[in-house]
């Protein structure tokens, strides 16, 4: 079905797929701001990409999760950003602060990987064998359908598994041996021209601030300035599609706060009745539903029974036509795909500047630290500061995380999963080993813990047909966006793989001429190719 100059859209969820809908509508399509409505049943915009104050009685800082971005394979992104002004100068772009922060903040790691002795070790020997090479070289070789919904470990002996190589990829990108193969081999394809720098994460690129600071609030402001409308605390719950083949969505019910007096619409339940010139842009699933929060003297819960809308609103659409996908091979295994991350807000410096001294980077040089015997498999970043706008002079943060969540660690005997965040902290700080200053470090500060039950399930085993694509054959006036869409050859789990949902989505039904950039193939560049190469096979 042609859009229409009147025509509505409506956007399910207020993550980066939907802002960037928003803003491709009005940048791209011409359609007016005052047309596009985005549909967010949190309080805040931004998904998945956040930083905030944390939630908790303590209080504090946090992030669920870092967003590192990457130069070259961050095409659509970077094509976005070009025409948002920064919160400090409209004159500005967040493309030009990104590019402007990373050549006075350039990334290079010096202690990539910690030994279990403390020891900074060699990171730049990738420790991969004959074998290990000729693994690789047979999954990039098969196809897609071939691979199909086998896992990473299927495809390499043990010794891969020990490998500097490996220990610096799962953490960087956050693998799981049991995740699926065909998302590794897509890596391998889209991050190629990391090879030879994984050990110094030189290819990253950071936000001058945290990820909602640095991208989210930029675009709501300025697509707040086009007219585009955000309802905030509006839960979508069904959809209604017509046709035997449901091919045309129809209407959207929606629950508002019954204490929301400014919605406009009405409050408690209701529909929202699309028109004959009207789309609706689904995001499916969610990274970071049911997540929770804990302090240093509480464990957050981990959430099994889907509190949050995100995945039972994809599985009720699933039901309606045999394309729209299977959630339940992303959602359906929490103990697969659960992770937990960690802010530490610190009155002072001290922390920071030891681990300066140690690793010879300054805060938002480092990237990554692994210690790669931990049983927990433990990383932190140390991010340039002030890494909040708001954040006082004197106050500084550090993230981490950790993979194995169910298992005792090194320095508490508790699993993680278990923990609080003081005994989260006597982990980290028992890893680092800085005895002398680990009661000042404790007395000076705030831990925010955050379990996340789906973080890892874009990575799942699957087959073609457990992500719908964005958009459906013969689909009339929907599209699906986000991380659980499949987009041929390009890769889940980076904010590149939702802003391209939205591109295609917006180009597609609103006929917009221009071309969609390219997924970025790293091996078509002979340099680079070589260099990977040389790097992997040396």
Not at 17 to 41: K, M, T, W, Y
Not at 139 to 145: G, N, Q, S, T
Not at 507 to 532: C, M, N, Q, T
């Amino acid at each position: 079905m042609p859009a229409s100059p009147n025509s509505k859209v409506y956007l399910v969820g207020g993550g980066i797929a939907s802002l960037a809908a928003a803003a491709f509508l009005v940048r791209d399509a011409g359609l007016p701001g005052e047309n596009v409505h985005i549909l967010e049943q949190l309080h805040i915009a931004g998904g998945s990409m956040d930083g905030a104050p944390a939630p908790t009685p303590e209080g504090g800082y946090v992030t669920r999760g870092g967003r590192m971005f990457e130069e070259e394979h961050y095409v659509c992104l970077w094509n976005l950003l070009e025409s948002i002004p920064t919160l400090d100068d409209p004159a500005v772009s967040v493309r030009q602060e990104f590019l402007a922060f990373n050549i006075e903040h350039p990334t290079h790691a010096r202690a990539r990987i910690i030994n279990g002795d403390r020891s900074i070790a060699d990171a730049s020997q990738l420790g991969l064998d004959a074998r290990d090479r000729a693994d690789m070289t047979r999954l990039l070789a098969l196809p897609e359908r071939v691979i199909g919904a086998r896992r990473i470990d299927d495809f390499f002996q043990p010794h891969f598994f020990t490998t500097n190589f490996w220990c610096m990829w799962r953490t960087t990108f956050a693998f799981q041996t049991w995740h699926s193969a065909i998302e590794l081999k897509r890596y391998f394809l889209a991050f190629v021209q990391e090879f030879d720098r994984i050990h110094t994460l030189s290819g990253v690129r950071r936000s001058k601030y945290n990820q909602y600071d640095s991208v989210i609030r930029p675009i709501q402001e300025w697509l707040t300035a086009q007219g585009v409308r955000t309802e905030f605390g509006v839960a979508v719950e069904g959809v209604d599609f017509s046709g035997p083949d449901a091919r045309r969505v129809s209407r959207l019910h929606v629950a508002r706060p019954a204490s929301d007096p400014d919605s406009g619409a009405g409050t408690g339940t209701g529909t929202i009745e699309l028109g004959p010139d009207d789309f609706a842009f689904l995001t499916l699933g969610s990274m970071t539903a049911d997540t929770t929060y804990g302090d240093r003297t509480t464990v957050p819960e981990l959430i099994r029974d889907k509190r949050d809308g995100s995945w039972r609103l994809w599985e009720s659409i699933a039901r309606k036509a045999p394309d729209f996908g299977r959630p339940t091979a992303f959602c359906g295994n929490i103990d697969e795909t659960k992770w937990e991350s960690f802010t530490l807000t610190m009155n002072g410096r001290v922390l920071l500047d030891r681990i300066q001294a140690y690793t010879g980077n300054v805060p938002g040089e480092g990237a990554l630290m692994t210690w790669k015997d931990s049983r927990w498999l433990l990383s932190i970043v140390v991010p340039a500061q002030p890494h909040f706008r708001d954040q006082p002079k004197d106050i500084h943060t550090l993230w981490g995380y950790a993979l194995f969540g169910d298992v005792p660690g090194d320095h508490v005997p508790k699993k993680m999963d278990d923990c609080t965040g003081a005994e989260i902290l006597d982990e980290l700080l028992g890893h680092l080993g800085f005895d002398d200053i680990a009661d000042e470090v404790r007395a000076t500060t705030k831990v925010t813990t955050v379990q996340m039950p789906y973080i890892d399930a874009q990575f799942q085993r699957r087959v073609v047909a457990d992500r719908p694509l964005v958009v459906p054959d013969g689909a009339q006036n929907f599209a699906f966006l986000g991380q659980f869409v499949e987009i041929p050859e390009d890769v889940v789990f980076t904010v590149e793989y939702s802003v391209r949902s939205a591109m295609k989505a917006v180009y597609h039904h609103f006929g917009v001429e221009k071309a969609i950039p390219a997924v970025y193939h790293g091996l078509a560049d002979p340099r680079i190719a070589w260099s990977a190469l040389r790097t992997a096979f040396s």
